[in-house]
């Protein structure tokens, strides 16, 4: 008697999909999925379980906290290449690009406070998180006797007091490059608060002030609480000496509130060539010290 012989099921490959992706955080509990709260990834996870008829989940280059918004944020999700038609229309033309329908079905489901921006295949060794070089925000507030504009009220924090923008400026110069920044970080187990603080500029328009702010990544609540510790010189109460002497603290300080949520956006994202993708992760995920 000849034995029947049986394969083992087939694990299907995946497809990694990299998305661009816009929203307004007001109404958000930030990116991340929590039960029973609204999140960014929440709603987008549903969405794309909902086109393409299996569970997946997004991965993001930041974890926004609640009220923060983005126009730059790059996340990947991973589809079961089984799945991928189920994102494709009938009535797809030639030459269009392949997830436009995507894209379209997207639009139609999604609030109207989040978008992707953009859908592509993510080259090989591409992570949103771990590939990522550098990520770009933008700190908005504004000085303005009467507050913010209507049109800009959930985009930008209204604050009561002039400041001292030289001030700011030359105190934002101490903190530049490779520090411990446990100072302007909230507390995470296991994860460091080395950073590589690349760009803090501010800019002044009329009442509106602005702050650029970029490094290789950002632990959690560190632009806010950067924002928040420059106010303080702003306003007088501290000086740049004071900013650099944080750099040798080693737990969050209590010395200065965090900036509020509504005035930051996360501009951008930065990524080496493909080739050196997969590079960038090995780099990324040798976690640095402080002997290091």
């Not at 029947?4 to 007001?26: E, K, N």
């Amino acid at each position: 008697m000849s034995k029947t012989l049986t394969r083992p099921p087939r694990i299907s490959d995946v497809v990694r999909l990299r998305l661009d992706i816009a929203y307004d955080g007001t109404d958000f509990a930030g990116w991340a999925a929590q039960a029973g709260q609204r999140t960014v990834a929440g709603v987008l996870d549903e969405a794309l379980t909902t086109v393409f008829r299996v569970p997946v989940r997004l991965r993001a280059a930041g974890r926004t906290d609640a009220g923060v918004h983005a126009t730059g944020q790059v996340a990947h999700v991973d589809v079961p290449i089984d799945a991928i038609p189920n994102a494709y229309s009938r009535s797809v033309r030639d030459g269009d690009p392949e997830f436009l329908p995507l894209l379209r079905r997207l639009g139609r489901f999604l609030p109207a406070d989040v978008r992707v921006l953009d859908i592509n295949r993510a080259p090989a060794g591409f992570d949103a998180r771990f590939s990522a070089l550098r990520r770009h925000y933008v700190y908005r507030l504004s000085t303005a006797p009467y507050g913010v504009e209507p049109q800009q009220a959930r985009y930008v924090t209204a604050w009561p007091r002039e400041l001292d923008v030289d001030a700011m400026t030359v105190a934002s110069r101490e903190l530049l490059g490779l520090h411990d920044f446990a100072a302007f970080c909230r507390h995470r187990e296991g994860a460091t608060t080395i950073r590589d603080l690349q760009r803090l500029d501010w800019t002044h328009q009329g009442h509106l002030i602005t702050a650029q702010v970029s490094a290789d990544a950002f632990c959690w609540s560190m632009v806010r609480s950067l924002v928040g510790a420059l106010l303080a010189v702003g306003e007088g109460r501290r000086t740049a000496a004071w900013c650099r002497e944080l750099l040798s603290v080693t737990e969050r300080s209590s010395d200065f509130a965090a900036a509020p949520p509504q005035g930051l956006t996360l501009a951008r994202v930065d990524y080496p060539p493909d080739d050196q993708l997969a590079s960038r992760v090995l780099i990324t995920r040798d976690v640095r010290t402080r002997d290091r």
